[in-house]
T-cell receptor, first 112, second 111 residues
Framework: GNSVTQMEGPVTLSEEAFLTINCTYT??????LFWYVQYPGEGLQLLLK?????DKGSNKGFEATYRKETTSFHLEKGSVQVSDSAVYFC???????????FGQGTRLTINP | NAGVTQTPKFQVLKTGQSMTLQCAQD?????MSWYRQDPGMGLRLIHY???????DQGEVPNGYNVSRSTTEDFPLRLLSAAPSQTSVYFC??????????FGQGTRLTVV
């Protein structure tokens, strides 16, 4: 079946550092890929998405590229801010957005 | 638009009690889903619905019931609560293959 594996956290960085959170997936067919973010005490919000190979999703300075050859969708940001502290989830959708498969989540803390 | 609204936000149950977690959306989305979030395990799909009158099981359906009598509402019923059902529950709605919108969550503790 479909599955998503994220790099284990927690991750702690200083402000303005470069961020990478690794995400790899196993799926049949051509899934859509997503990064969701969960701020403390809140639900999940879509951060970015990509629906086909070589697509790059981007939002709020974050980027991720759908790499079919390496089955990866790594999240990157060039310069993180304290406000980026949150839990980040990689997810895939093989049969519609009503059936998302999530990674375990990566807690990110940014220190000033 | 309120988006996806879940009630209650917090609940404590005794083992064996039953309860219903409410979920309502005002975006006229066809698809709705329930997930549970446990530490180190991400979110796991409990049940989902692709339209009024149509529901199906997800990855972890045991101990939960759902129904979808209207497009707007998708309640999740715990039939006989167990400590293993202590978790944070999220409802989500979506239109076809577009992004899923999540509610704020219900934190449930079963003692």
């Amino acid at each position: 079946g479909n599955s998503v594996t994220q790099m284990e956290g927690p991750v702690t960085l200083s402000e303005e550092a470069f961020l990478t959170i690794n995400c790899t997936y196993t799926a049949t067919g051509y899934p859509s890929l997503f990064w969701y973010v969960q701020y403390p005490g809140e639900g999940l919000q879509l951060l970015l998405k990509a629906t086909k190979a070589d697509d790059k999703g981007s939002n709020k300075g974050f980027e991720a590229t759908y790499r079919k050859e390496t089955t990866s969708f790594h999240l990157e940001k060039g310069s993180v801010q304290v406000s980026d502290s949150a839990v980040y989830f990689c997810a895939l959708s093989g049969g519609g957005a009503q059936k998302l498969v999530f990674g375990q989540g990566t807690r990110l803390t940014i220190n000033p | 638009n309120a988006g996806v609204t879940q009630t209650p936000k917090f609940q404590v149950l005794k083992t064996g009690q039953s309860m219903t977690l409410q979920c309502a959306q005002d975006m006229n989305h066809e698809y709705m889903s329930w997930y549970r979030q446990d530490p180190g395990m991400g979110l796991r799909l409990i049940h989902y619905s692709v339209g009024a009158g149509i529901t199906d099981q997800g990855e972890v359906p045991n101990g939960y019931n759902v129904s979808r009598s209207t497009t707007e509402d998708f309640p999740l019923r715990l039939l006989s609560a167990a400590p293993s059902q202590t978790s944070v529950y999220f409802c989500a709605s979506s239109y076809a293959s577009t992004e899923a919108f999540f509610g704020q969550g219900t934190r449930l503790t079963v003692v």
